[in-house]
């Protein structure tokens, strides 16, 4: 565990060998879960591209990835690429991203947990899409979130 970043979630078994892969294969035909998309960053130490089912935010008209799980994997090759790629289906959107500061947070943690509290409010610590602004910067650190900024939509090759 990073000692800058204590916050790790890791899923169960489960998830890692049902869950993921099926909401995988969905994203693969096209069909999002929710506003899920397939994440695809490079790796900050082999380069190679990794993937990992995200819910992609919207607020205000503009783009947001939430770590629910805390300081995992795909955060810190995000933060490393400064760049990445969603898919769904043959969709492949291509962005850059930003780390959103923790002060900043708390409305988009709001908002995220307003939409998937069913699927992400135990990683929470208690906290709610009804928690005071106290209660979110609490727990701002734990959770990452980057504002995405899109180029244009490609489709893929074959």
């Known amino acids: 565990m990073d000692a800058n970043h204590p916050h790790v979630i890791k899923p169960d078994w489960v998830t890692r060998r049902v869950a993921n892969p099926l909401v995988s294969l969905l994203h ?21 591209l990794r993937h ?44 850059t991203a930003v780390e959103v500061p923790e002060d900043a947070r708390p409305t988009l943690l709001r908002a995220y947990l307003a939409r998937w509290s069913g699927q992400v409010g135990r990683f929470f610590k208690g906290v709610t899409a ?10 701002a650190g734990d959770h990452p979130v980057f504002e995405l900024t899109f180029t244009k939509p490609t489709g893929s090759a074959g």
Not at 34 to 46: E, I, T
Not at 130 to 139: G, I, K, L, P, Q
């Open 130 to 139: 009804d928690s005071t602004d106290d209660e979110f910067r609490a727990v």
């Open 52 to 95: 990992a089912p995200v819910n992609l935010l919207k607020v205000e008209g503009r783009y947001y990835l939430v770590a629910p799980r805390g300081h995992v994997q795909w955060t810190h090759n995000l933060r490393a690429a400064g760049e990445g790629q969603l898919t769904l289906g043959r969709k492949v959107t291509p962005f």
């Open 28 to 48: 693969r035909f096209g069909f999002g879960v929710a506003g899920s998309r397939q994440l695809a960053v490079r790796g900050r130490k082999s380069g190679e």
